[in-house]
């Protein structure tokens, strides 16, 4: 069945909304050419502590000039979604057959298990950078495995593969995880911000890896 999809629209990747508390991974909008009605695709990830139960997103049909010739509302319920759970849905659309040539989409709403209700006042849609390797920081290989050695200190069995980055409201940590700035530690691994900040010194890498020869000489 899925062969007489046709894909119309790729939406771009890590899209948020300002203040919104999920996080757009992709998605698309597909048109089925045998029954001439639309499939809309989305996959999308809770980004805070408080489970998410329905999203309400509004779907537009654009056309060459990106001028609206339909909306269909789509509502996804009972979702349970955890902080990092993400999720795939597919809704069947019906909007003009007719020139849609691409989409845009919008979350208004957002319910949580508490009842208590995030909207959209119209703020800015941003898109998240790609998270960059720690190579990328830190490309001297004895420092990272120095690194390693200070996060096994803190009994830290995460993967840090990757670069401390600030933007918007979030930070990234080194095990990969978002968070947001009010968050003064990473919420999966439990690392201090300022510790990893800190750590990530070269100055302070290199004098922590010149100790740990110097015992590694001194040691029988």
């Not at 996959?43 to 060459?64: A, P, R, W, Y």
């Given at each position: 069945m899925r062969q007489n999809n046709r894909t119309i629209y790729r939406f771009a990747d890590n899209m948020h909304i300002k203040t919104c508390p999920i996080l757009l991974l992709n998605g698309k909008l597909s048109q089925n050419l045998k029954k001439s009605n639309f499939l809309f695709q989305l996959?999308?990830?809770?980004?805070?502590?408080?489970?998410?139960?329905?999203?309400?997103?509004?779907?537009?049909?654009?056309?060459?000039n990106r001028n609206p010739i339909g909306i269909a509302k789509c509502h996804y319920l009972n979702l349970n979604l955890k902080r990092d759970d993400a999720c795939i849905r597919e809704t069947p659309l019906f909007l003009p057959e007719l020139q849609i040539q691409t989409a845009a989409i919008r979350i208004h709403k957002v319910v949580f298990s508490d009842y208590s209700v995030w909207k959209d006042h119209k703020n800015p849609v941003e898109q998240f950078p790609i998270l960059k390797p720690l190579t990328s920081v830190l490309p001297e290989q004895h420092l990272r495995e120095q690194y390693y050695r200070a996060c096994s200190s803190l009994s830290d069995t995460s993967h840090n593969a990757y670069a401390l980055h600030e933007f918007f409201d979030f930070w990234t940590c080194t095990c990969g995880s978002i968070n947001w700035n009010n968050e003064k530690e990473c919420h999966t691994c439990g690392k201090p911000k300022k510790w990893i900040q800190m750590n990530l010194e070269k100055k302070n890498l290199q004098k922590c890896y010149d100790a740990y020869l110097y015992e590694k000489q001194e040691s029988p």
């Open positions: 996959k999308f990830q809770n980004l805070c502590e408080k489970m998410i139960q329905t999203v309400c997103i509004d779907i537009s049909g654009l056309d060459m």
